[in-house]
């Protein structure tokens, strides 16, 4: 099982990014797909989940409006889409499934800086 995430880096404030997670090794479209985030010296929290449906969606409060998530079960990827970016969003993005079983992947830096 793998969980490959990319498409983190740094990023002005304002700007956007669009996170994608390659998973292997599980049946990915009966797995609800979900994105967490982990800034330095605090816990880690829950950004935003899809259902394994792909209809349904949640986000945190912080990111509504802004962060986008969806789904390609023809290619076994999860996707973030992050659009006016602020510095507080600066953290390490780890997707994760949620099913059966649990899997996270290794995680991808995001800074959002001047």
């Known amino acids: 099982v793998q969980l490959v995430e990319s498409g983190g880096g740094l990023v002005q404030p304002g700007g956007s990014l669009r996170l994608s997670c390659a998973a292997s090794g599980f049946t990915f479209s009966s797995y609800d797909m979900s994105w967490y985030r982990q800034a330095a010296r605090k816990g880690r929290e829950l950004v935003a989940v899809?259902?394994?449906?792909?209809?349904?969606?949640n986000y945190v409060d912080s990111v509504k409006g802004r962060f986008t998530i969806s789904r390609d079960n023809a290619k076994n990827t999860v996707y973030l889409q992050m659009n006016s970016l602020k510095p507080e969003d600066t953290a390490v993005y780890y997707c994760?499934?949620?099913?059966?079983?649990?899997?996270w992947g290794q995680g991808t830096q995001v800074t959002v800086s001047s």
């Open positions: 994760k499934a949620n099913g059966q079983y649990f899997y």
């Open positions: 899809i259902f394994s449906g792909g209809r349904s969606t």
